[in-house]
């Protein structure tokens, strides 16, 4: 008895509910009594079986190992999310400005919701697509005699102009969050199918000027901003058709 080492072991009173730790030593009974409520009860410490303490250290490892497991399947999704966070901060501090305008919706703040959400989702799948045909390539200037390194300074500004034009992508994307904004301050509270409907016209004037020039990855996604405002186009429309036949 005096060889093993105390063991710790809380219990909840059953009358109370209240919490109380005890030392003793296995196979040892102690009688309790609650300290808030004067409850009295036996408690016994067990000694526990050589087989199960074996098994212990083994169910660890076991758990651990599905817990390295789960994080390794969830790391690469996590580290995806984080550089997209990271390279998308502005457009998800807009949209989530839009969600919380929706938390009072009224007209103006449905409108000012809309146009953020917008705009951050215009800027998240269209802005800077890769493989633009627009794009321009630059070729380092190298000076084929010394008579010409006073003119490589022009040459280098020249470059970096060349370098920082804009690709189609920018410019579609430049233009419409142009429109939305112009179209946010002309159109007022009640107006708010109006504001729609020409966002959606303004799309489709973008999509047909530039489908010549665009790729077939950005095509697609104009055209699934353009499918949803087609559907909220068909909606307005409906509902005035119900609205007019119901007079």
Excluded at 121 to 132: V, Y
Excluded at 137 to 160: A, D, F, I, Q, V
């Amino acid at each position: 008895m005096q060889g093993k080492k105390k063991e710790e072991k809380s219990i909840i009173c059953p009358n109370c509910s209240a919490i109380i730790t005890l030392e003793g030593r296995a196979p040892q009974k102690i009688v309790v009594k609650c300290p808030i409520c004067g409850e009295k009860g036996t408690v016994l410490f067990e000694e526990m079986d050589e087989k199960y303490k074996k098994l212990i250290p083994e169910k660890i490892k076991i758990q651990k190992k599905k817990e390295k497991k789960h994080a390794s399947k969830i790391a690469p999704y996590l580290s995806k999310f984080q550089s997209f966070a990271k390279s998308n901060i502005i457009e998800l501090v807009l949209i989530s400005i839009g969600v919380v305008f929706l938390f009072n919706p009224t007209f103006s703040n449905i409108k000012k919701s809309f146009t953020l959400i917008l705009i951050g989702f215009i800027l998240i799948f269209i802005l800077s697509e890769k493989d633009s045909p627009d794009s321009f390539k630059t070729r380092t200037l190298k000076p084929s005699s010394s008579n010409e390194n006073r003119k490589s300074g022009t040459r280098l500004n020249r470059n970096y102009l060349k370098k920082i034009r804009l690709s189609i992508s920018d410019k579609i994307t430049l233009t419409l969050v142009i429109w939305i904004l112009f179209l946010f301050f002309i159109t007022s509270d009640v107006e708010l199918e109006a504001f729609f409907v020409l966002i959606f016209i303004g799309m489709l004037v973008v999509r047909e000027l530039t489908d010549e020039l665009t790729t077939i990855h950005l095509k697609h996604r104009m055209d699934g901003f353009i499918y949803l405002f087609l559907i909220a186009f068909i909606w307005i429309v409906g509902e005035k058709i119900i609205n007019v036949l119901n007079m």
